[in-house]
Nanobody, 129 residues
Framework: QVQLVESGGGLVQTGSSLRLSCALS????????MGWFRQAPGKEREFVAA????????YYADSVKDRFTISRDNAKVTVYLQMNSLRPEDTAVYYC??????????????????????WGQGAQVTVSS
């Protein structure tokens, strides 16, 4: 049974930084592409950032590009989302997700909600103005 546990959310002011962590347990991290999504009240879950399983390829939503950075430490079986210059519109529940069975080349990333196999429980991020 694969489990993803997010941590690091909280309440911050505009312009602040936060780092979210997502630890995977139950399986090897090998060939798992990872992603971060968020869902604000009354809105659909949306893509934020993705990283290939080897970590060499990343992709970001336009709304967070140049402010957020996704990374992973395969030895620690953990993926991170460093969020800088936070804005009130970044307020949402943030979810990490894992997609299994990606190619051995390790260059693929995924941006669709339906493409992921496992999800964490979510971490609340609130940015006050």
């Amino acid at each position: 049974q694969v489990q993803l546990v997010e941590s690091g959310g909280g309440l911050v002011q505009t312009g602040s930084s936060l780092r979210l962590s997502c630890a995977l347990s139950g399986r090897s991290f090998s060939r798992y592409a990872m992603g971060w999504f968020r869902q604000a009240p009354g809105k659909e879950r949306e893509f934020v950032a993705a990283v290939s399983w080897r970590g060499g390829s990343t992709y970001y939503a336009d709304s967070v590009k140049d402010r957020f950075t996704i990374s992973r430490d395969n030895a620690k079986v953990t993926v991170y989302l460093q969020m800088n210059s936070l804005r009130p519109e970044d307020t949402a529940v943030y979810y990490c997700a894992a997609k299994t069975g990606t190619s051995w080349s390790g260059s693929q990333y995924y941006t669709g909600v339906v493409e992921y196999d496992y999800w964490g429980q979510g971490a609340q991020v609130t940015v006050s103005s």
